[in-house]
Structures are given as structure tokens and as C-alpha cells.
T-cell receptor, first 117, second 109 residues
């Protein structure tokens, strides 16, 4: 069964450093998403991406964040200057069609645990 | 996006049927109802989706009354491995997906 993969599984960084989280969505999917989940809290939407551009972003996704699909298979989330409060699990997801529309489920990756010291 | 309300937590025993109800009073005409399951330290996993009446798959059933202001996820004969957080989402296929707090189901032996 095809799956979304994410690397690394755990990233430790110093405050102020840049991090890039990588995701490989399912190959025939067209819509891509990033979410984060702070420990013990709910899953929070960050951004959606379609046709090589951001479709929608949340208020969390400020100028410190960016996304890119550099080579047609990878989908990356960059945090330019990490803060302590960026420590969370980051999930990538992909869907064949628009999530929430008829039977177009999102497939989530296993997540990257980001720890900012 | 329609706001959803679910119980914070539920307890059950192995072999029982579990029903988790989600309230979504301001659901829009085009909105679908989708349920996800999340285990600790894993990404959410799609369980079931529906628009109206009843939907059943190999994992669960989803009951949606005629007014669509609520929905009930039914898990038949739960096992210990069904201990997880269950999220109800309502949306029309837009690019933004909002997860609520979810229902933490704890299945006991």
C-alpha cells in the first residue's frame, strides 16, 4: 500500500537555526498539506499546496515558514529561524483530490518530531 | 468551516460497541463528515466519510440523521488496539482542514 514518508523522524536544533523537514507524498496525489501537533494538543493545520503554489495557510504559517516542491516528488517545510515554541510533531499529508470532498481522504505521514533547544 | 463538538473522552471494554457522537450544528449543504483515528506519536488515519444516512466499511459505521447536525461513529466490538483519539471533521473540500480536540477512547480489558 502506498504511503507518505517523512524524514527525519526526529530533528533537534538550536533556537534561531533553520530546519527543513522533508516529505514524499503518494505519487499520484495532487494536494499536499503540513500540520503540526504540540505534545498533548490537537492537530493544527499549517498550509495546503496545489499546483506548485500555496492554496491556503493558517495564522501559524507566518513569514518564518515556507514550503516547496523542489523536484516533483519531495515536499518540504522550512522554518527559517526556529523558536522554542516550534517544538512539535510535524505531519505531512497528501490527497488525490480536495480533502473533505467526496471520498478524497488525506494520507498522513509518520511525522517528524522537532525539538528546539 | 463548521465547528464540531465531541466528548473529550470515553471508556469502553473489549468486545463492546462504541458510539462517538459529534455535533456540527452549522454544517453547510456542501459539507462532508469525515472521521480520523490517531494513535500516540502517529499521524491521523482516515476511518470513514459520509454525507447523509448511513455509511459502513470494514472498520466502522457512520450514522448521519436527516438534519445532518450531528453524526455518530460506531465501532463494533472494540479491542485494546482501538484505544486512540477520534476526530470528527466537517468540510466541503476546501484547502483548509480543521481538527477539533477529538475524543480520547480508552478500551479496557
Amino acid at each position: 500500500e502506498p504511503e507518505v514518508t517523512q524524514t527525519p523522524s526526529h530533528q533537534v536544533t538550536q533556537m534561531g537555526q533553520e530546519v527543513i523537514l522533508r516529505c514524499v507524498p503518494i505519487s499520484n496525489h495532487l494536494y499536499f498539506y503540513w500540520y503540526r501537533q504540540i505534545l498533548g494538543q490537537k492537530v493544527e493545520f499549517l498550509v495546503s499546496f496545489y499546483n506548485n503554489e500555496i492554496s491556503e495557510k493558517s495564522e501559524i504559517f507566518d513569514d518564518q515558514f515556507s514550503v516547496e516542491r523542489p523536484d516533483g516528488s519531495n515536499f518540504t517545510l522550512k522554518i527559517r529561524s526556529t523558536k522554542l515554541e516550534d517544538s512539535a510533531m510535524y505531519f505531512c499529508a497528501s490527497s488525490q483530490g480536495l480533502a473533505g470532498s467526496s471520498y478524497n481522504e488525506q494520507f498522513f505521514g509518520p511525522g517528524t518530531r522537532l525539538t528546539v533547544l | 468551516l463548521a465547528k464540531t463538538t465531541q466528548p473529550i473522552s470515553m471508556d469502553s471494554y473489549e468486545g463492546q460497541e462504541v458510539n462517538i457522537t459529534c455535533s456540527h450544528n452549522n454544517i453547510a449543504t456542501n459539507d462532508y463528515i469525515t472521521w480520523y483515528q490517531q494513535f500516540p506519536s502517529q499521524g491521523p488515519r482516515f476511518i470513514i466519510q459520509g454525507y447523509k444516512t448511513k455509511v459502513t466499511n470494514e472498520v466502522a459505521s457512520l450514522f448521519i440523521p436527516a438534519d445532518r447536525k450531528s453524526s455518530t461513529l460506531s465501532l463494533p466490538r472494540v479491542s485494546l488496539s482501538d484505544t486512540a483519539v477520534y476526530y470528527c471533521l466537517v468540510g466541503d473540500g476546501g484547502f483548509k482542514t480543521i481538527f477539533g480536540a477529538g475524543t480520547r477512547l480508552f478500551v479496557k480489558a
